[in-house]
């Protein structure tokens, strides 16, 4: 006969973990950095905040975090991988959620394809040299370019 313990536990988990899915979620996102032929990268302005950054958003229930790049550069850009995105690093974006984390992808030129299309959420977007990113990219944006490209050592928080 099982131990009366391990019955609770078992009978009780399921609600256990409902109460920590809802008071300790754990949200996750993806951004892109895509380089094109000249180095430069792409950028977007949303519509709904100020800033410029790299594209990408929030990854869905049943996606992975490949998924959810694909998804996000087609929507957001009208950019489709055709090879291989790397992993660039993973961080901890505490300032927008407790619990909030982005994973960072390099998409280099003939990694994908871009056919440019219009977004409700995006006003606009554009590659940029790296010495000359727009007036209002954001600081996060300007330190993951800076690590990723010039070898600046990366920060655990987004």
């Known amino acids: 006969m099982p131990n009366p313990r391990f019955l609770i536990w078992a009978a009780t988990r399921p609600l256990f973990r409902l109460y920590w899915r809802v008071r ?13 032929a000249e180095g430069r990268v792409l950028l977007v302005r949303h519509t709904y905040i100020h800033g410029w950054y790299l594209p990408g958003g929030g990854v869905e ?29 993973l961080y901890a974006n505490f300032r927008e959620f407790k619990s909030d984390h982005v994973a960072l992808y390099l998409v280099p030129h003939g990694a994908y394809a871009h056919e440019p299309r ?14 000359a990113l727009p007036d209002g990219v954001t600081p996060s944006t300007a330190r993951r370019i800076a ?12």
């Not at 300790?24 to 094109?36: E, K, M």
């Not at 790049?69 to 690093?89: D, F, H, K, Q, Y």
């Not at 219009?118 to 010495?131: M, T």
């Open 118 to 131: 219009r977004s409700p959420e995006i006003a606009e977007s554009g590659f940029f040299a790296l010495d």
């Open 61 to 89: 229930r049943g996606e992975t975090m490949l998924s959810s790049l694909r998804r996000e550069l087609e929507e957001e850009v009208g950019v489709t991988l055709t090879g291989e995105a790397r992993l660039i690093g």
């Open 24 to 36: 300790r979620p754990l949200t996750a996102g993806v951004r892109g950095l895509v380089l094109d």
């Open 147 to 158: 690590e990723a490209m010039q070898g600046h050592a990366p920060d655990e928080l987004w």
